[in-house]
Each structure stands twice: as C-alpha cells, then as structure tokens.
C-alpha cells in the first residue's frame, strides 16, 4: 500500500492550535525521511518540516518554534503540531515520505482566521 493519509486540517483563529497526522505503510515509513510542505494560494509548495529516520529535524524559519514535526515508529505515523498559528500559515498541507521514491499524500486545508 503506497499510499499516505492524512488528517487533521480544519479551520482555526489565530492563535490557535492545530494537529495534522499522516499515517503510511511501515515499507515505506521505516527507510523515508518524512515531510510536510504546504501551498498557499497563489504560492509555491514550500517545506514546512521534515524528519528523517533518526529524527533529525529540520524546519522552515517561518515556522521555527511554533511547529514541531515527530514520528511514531511503531504506529508508523508522522505529526505536526501547531501552535500559535498565523493567516499567513493558510494553505493546503501535504504530507511526503522520501526514499528512493517520493510520495505525496492528497493534502489536507489549514485555514486560519484572523
């Protein structure tokens, strides 16, 4: 199953908090650094975070200290935390797996108010 799904956009204030999960098969999750990139409206994908097999992390300076990107080894998921979310952080998320393919999940809306 090469497929990644992922939950947890909706709508929130500003300043509020949100979860987003991406959830895959342990074939693909063992071996790929995982991501999550957005796109804005009328933007590029960009990176938002990613984490890689052995939990490094790296993040985009827009989100630095208010997002925190982890993995489940077990439940073979990958998260993004949240907090203190901005109108600019409105896009569509989208969760990737990394090896020596690259996957995408089909994205998930963040939509915050201000």
């Known amino acids: 199953q090469e497929q990644l799904v992922e939950s947890g956009g909706g709508w929130v204030q500003a300043g509020g908090s949100l979860t987003l999960s991406c959830a895959t098969s342990q074939s693909i999750f063992s071996r790929s650094t995982m991501g999550w990139y957005r796109q804005g409206p009328g933007k590029e994908r960009e990176l938002v975070a990613t984490?890689?097999?052995?939990?490094?992390?790296v993040y985009a300076d827009s989100v630095k200290g208010r997002f925190t990107i982890s993995r489940d080894n077990f439940q073979n998921t990958v998260s993004l935390q949240m907090n203190s979310l901005k109108p600019e952080d409105t896009a569509i998320y989208f969760c990737?797996?990394?090896?020596?393919?690259?996957?995408w999940g089909q994205g998930t809306q963040v939509t915050v108010s201000s």
């Open positions: 990737n797996a990394r090896s020596i393919r690259n996957l």
């Open positions: 984490i890689t097999p052995y939990r490094i992390t």
